[in-house]
């Protein structure tokens, strides 16, 4: 059987309706979630698979789930072959190995039909407020040795069997949590944006057609490969090294090594992290899924950021890092906190890829903030888990200052403040950027945040999940670095200066300071003009002692 050409004008309508079929998967889970997560926050993906396992389509999300969906659908596939499922089925896992790098993200895959025949594969994930574990949010870092002390760890399972919920395993997994109604909820929401994506597939592929379809998803593969070989193509080869590290993984311990090799030979590109410090005794360590995952993303934002992300323009692109290595750990390693390492893979990989793509690179970011405070809330008599997301600046680029305030390698948003406080027993004493944080540079880097949080409850436990507290984000090309990050509790007179992942014990009234570092800047602070400069006085990112310091700059302020 020939396979059939497809036109210009077919090929443009599948791609925009695979398109909008994750894009409506994740509108659905948007609106029907329980968890300011997931609501707010927009911690989730969405993605679309052809019968073969194969990424056709995501939606506009977050980039460590998205690369890890291939492999998440291929092992749901080993345990639960095709010729086993039914429609309305849906199987469940998040094992850090086998997901996307720590339990409390959830992966719920959905096989779709036409006239019983297997059509592809609707899968999203959610990042769930709490999988149980050592402490509220199951992202505690320090104190953590194991996995086993993480909280939930789901191999695949079959959690709906057509069309509904399993009552025994869901009984056991919020047993097992510390907000079961907001876990169960977003379970549900999943559940509910899969049986929209699938439905909406299932029309898809009787409108255009099986062989039509089926030869569009090949030609949007092999056109997206070649585009990406192309570029890759386009990078000088040789062999591009850089070295970063985090602060440490909690209080007293000692740096982790972030070191990097990527090597362009002709139309390929080798990502090696196999320098890096070894994996840790702390729930820090990124697994390769994951590695994996921001590798590809990273690859990908410097060649072309629009090209679509799937299964084709993955190809040319290979992660390394040795077996037990901090990128490549053995289970049982933990890595509840591995959200704080997905900048840093960034980070290193811009830092390298600087030395080839200059007009491509940019300071490094500011670190984004990602405590957990959890307790009984006083109103309710139930626990609360507060999961926040606080955002700095990006780096400075080569043609323009770096933004503030929005989410970094990740498109997650900024939960409000009026959520926060309507749903947990907290208040939020103060939310600004802070001026003379930003990097100097001819391009000035983005802002550092400051966002101060009043525990209203009795007690509660304070998870801290954030980075460049004792390295600052580095400059590119004469840029000057952002400035240090820091979290202290009760700013006053009897301030105590937390570690970036330390594990505090809060009581009533306890205020938190959480002060994002600012992010590095692009090129010589001499060069920057003075339009500029005065700008930046006028909104309030530099102030007059800063200006004068950083730029040496000497008009009126």
Known sequence: MNTPAVDPITLTVVWNGLLAIAEEMGSTLRRTAFSEAVREGEDFSTGVFDKQARLIAQGNFTPGHLGSMPYVVRTVLDYFPADTLQPGDAILLNDSFLGSGHFPDCFLVSPAYVADALIGFVVT??????????????????????????????????????????????????????????????????????????????????????????????????????????????????????????????????????????????????????????????????????????????????????????????????????????????????????????????????????????????????????????????????????????????????????????????????????????????????????????????????????????????AAVMTGLGDRHLRQPFGVFGGSPGAAARTILNPGPNARELGSKEVVDLRKSDIVSFRLAGAGGYGDPGKRTASRIEADLADGYVTPAGARRDYGYKGEA
Not at 186 to 215: I, K, M, P, S, W
Not at 230 to 247: E, N, T
Not at 248 to 276: H, K, L, M
Request: include cysteine.
């Open 125 to 458: 994930t959610a990042h769930h407020i709490d999988v149980g574990g050592a402490a509220p949010g199951s992202q505690r870092v320090h104190g953590v040795t194991e996995a086993f002390q993480e909280g939930l760890r789901i191999l695949p399972v079959k959690l709906i069997r057509g069309g509904t919920f399993d009552g025994d395993l869901m009984r056991m997994i919020l047993g097992n949590v510390r907000v079961p109604e907001k876990v169960e909820g977003d379970l549900r929401a999943q559940a509910n944006a899969n049986r929209a994506g699938a439905r909406r597939l299932e029309q898809f592929y009787e409108n255009q057609g099986a062989a039509v379809a089926e030869a569009a998803y090949d030609e949007i593969l092999d056109r997206s490969e070649a585009r990406m070989r192309s570029l890759i193509g386009d990078i000088p080869d040789g062999v591009y090294s850089f070295d970063d590290a985090l602060d440490d993984y909690g209080p007293g311990t000692p740096p982790i090594v972030v070191a990097v090799d990527v090597t362009v030979d002709g139309e390929e590109i080798e990502v090696d992290f196999s320098r890096s410090s070894d994996q840790v005794p702390a729930a820090l360590n990124a697994y390769i899924n994951y590695t994996r995952a921001y590798t590809v993303f990273a690859v990908k934002v410097f060649c072309d950021a629009l090209l679509p992300q799937n299964s084709g323009g993955m190809r040319p692109i290979k992660t390394k890092a040795r077996e037990g290595c901090f990128f490549n750990p053995t289970f049982p390693a933990p890595s509840g906190g591995r959200a704080a390492v997905q900048i840093r893979i960034f980070d290193a990989i811009n830092g390298a890829l600087a030395q080839a793509l200059p007009h491509r690179a940019m300071g490094a970011f500011s670190h984004w903030g990602n405590p957990n405070i959890g307790g009984i809330d006083p109103k309710t008599g139930k626990s609360f888990v507060m999961y926040d997301l606080a955002f700095g600046g990006y780096g400075g680029r080569s043609d323009k200052d770096g933004a503030e305030a929005l989410a970094p390698v990740m498109n997650c948003r900024n939960i409000p403040v009026e959520v926060h406080e309507t749903n947990n027993p907290v208040r939020i004493r103060r939310l600004e950027l802070m001026a003379d944080t930003g990097g100097a540079g001819t391009y000035r880097g983005g802002a550092g945040l400051r966002k101060d949080i009043e525990l209203l409850a009795d």
